[in-house]
C-alpha cells in the first residue's frame, strides 16, 4: 500500500475526529489515545520498518522515555519543594535571619501567644547556629535533628537542646498549648548558646 500525502491524511483525520464518539471523549482521553497510537506506530516501525526504520524508531522511543521520565523527576522534586509544612520540620518556606525569627518570638509574647513564641524562638537558635556553622544547613531538618547536632557541637547543652527540641514539637504536633515558662526557659537557652563556643579539638573533658 503506498503512503497517503499529507492532504488526504489530514481529511481522513477530520472525518475520524467527526464521528459521534469523539464528540463525547475527554481531553485527557484523547490525549492518552493519540499517545497509545503514536507509541504503537513507532513500535511497528520497529518491528517491521527494516534496519534503518528500526533503528529511527527505537531512537525515537528512547527519547520518548527519556522525556516522560524528566517529567515525573520534575514533578517529584516540586512535591518535595511543596512539603515545606509536613509535620516533623523545622523552618518554613520563607527563609529568615535569627535576628528576624527572635523579633517574632517576641511580638508573639507580647501578644500572648506562646506556641508561636516558642516555634520563633526554637527557629532562632537553629538560624544562629547554623550561621556560626556549629550546625549544618540542612534542608528539611527536624527540631530532634538539630539538637542531636548540636549537642554534639557543645556538649554541656545537649540536655537543654533535647528539652527544647521536645518543647517544640509538643507545641507544634502534639496539641500542647505553648506556656510563658517554656517560652522563658527556651528564651534563656538561647542567649546562654550565642555566648557558647564550641571546645577546642582535642581538649580534655
Sequence with gaps: MSPIGREEAAEQAAREL???QYARESFIDRMLRYFNEFVGDLLDMAAGGGSAGGIVAAVLILLLLLTVAAVIYRQVRRGRRLRAAVPGELFGTRRLTAAEHRQAAEQHAADGRWTEAIQERLRAIARDLEDR???????GRTADELAAEAGRALPPFAADLAAAARSFDDVTYGDVPGTRAAYESMTSLDVRLAAARPAPLGATP
Excluded: F
Design 18 to 20: 467527526l464521528r459521534p
Design 133 to 139: 556553622a556549629l550546625v549544618d544547613g540542612m534542608p
